[in-house]
Every structure is written in C-alpha cells, then in structure tokens.
C-alpha cells in the first residue's frame, strides 16, 4: 500500500515533472565570477543578494563555484516553495542554477523556481541559468573561485 505521500504530485520523481514553459535569464560566468569577487572584497559583512545554486547529485565531483549551495535537482521541486521564503529572509534578489552543463538540470530547475516565483507575485527575485554549468566555469577558470577544487577530477580539462 502506498502512502499518502507517494500518491500525491510531491511523489513525481524529477524525470516525470514537466520542464517549465517559463524562460530564464542566462548569465555569463564572468558576470558571475566578478559578483563573487565584489563580495569577497567587501568582507565577513557583505550583504550578498545572490545565490549560486549547484544541483548536482551524484556527479558532483572535482569542487564546486565558491559560495553556492548544492540542492539535488532530484528533490529540487519539492522544496522551490522553502528555498524562497529563505531566499525572501535574505534578502536574495537573483538565484543563479547550474550543473554539470546546464544542458537539462540546472535550466530545468531555473525554470520551476521562476515559476514558483510567477505563481506568489514576487518581483523582485529571479531565476537564472549559469552559461556553460560548472564544466564551463572550470573551462574558464581553471579552478578559481571554486569549493573543494580537485584538478584530478577535470583531467586535461585543468591542464
């Protein structure tokens, strides 16, 4: 017997939730890498109105774009309403997704956020796509700016 939760729409798993049909900002990851730089200058007490969101799950490998937090894409859906109000508390005005690409989960996930965000009315928080995902960044960058940066997980990518 399935429980009541299993039999709700919170039971779809991420491959059976429709992509969103709202469309989403992509950012360059220069854009983004010059916001993390404004934010390390300004200290311990900077107020940051972004959030780098990675949402990857079993490949998240080789580090990570410093200051973002990893929220499974897999279970992505199911929390968009709990990440807002944290988002809203703190005063986030753009969230920025990516994963390994950003082929399919991280603008997946951009787009069921921006349409949270449709659906309550709020206007001051977005949803973005990060151009070329985390590969991108570490193409571009070659492990700057990045959390538990491992070269030997990039291979010749590093080099």
């Not at 969101?53 to 079993?58: L, P």
């Amino acid at each position: 017997m399935a429980s009541s939760e299993q039999q709700g729409s919170s039971a779809l798993a991420f491959e059976e939730i429709p992509p969103s049909d709202v469309s989403c900002a992509v950012m360059e990851p220069s854009e983004v890498y010059e916001w993390i730089e404004r934010t390390k200058a300004a200290g311990d007490h900077a107020q940051k109105d972004f959030l780098l969101v990675d949402v990857r799950r079993n490949d998240w490998e080789g580090g990570t774009i410093a200051t973002s937090v990893n929220l499974p894409a897999q279970s992505f859906y199911h929390t968009r309403s709990g990440v807002y109000q944290l988002c809203k508390q703190a005063g986030i005005k753009k969230v920025i997704f990516y994963c390994g690409s950003c082929g399919s989960r991280g603008p997946k996930c951009a787009g069921w956020f921006q349409e949270y965000l449709n659906s309550v009315g709020e206007v001051e928080m977005t949803a973005a796509i990060l151009k070329g995902g985390v590969k991108g960044w570490q193409k571009t960058y070659n492990g700057q700016n990045m959390d538990h940066y491992d070269a030997n997980a990039w291979g010749s990518q590093s080099k």
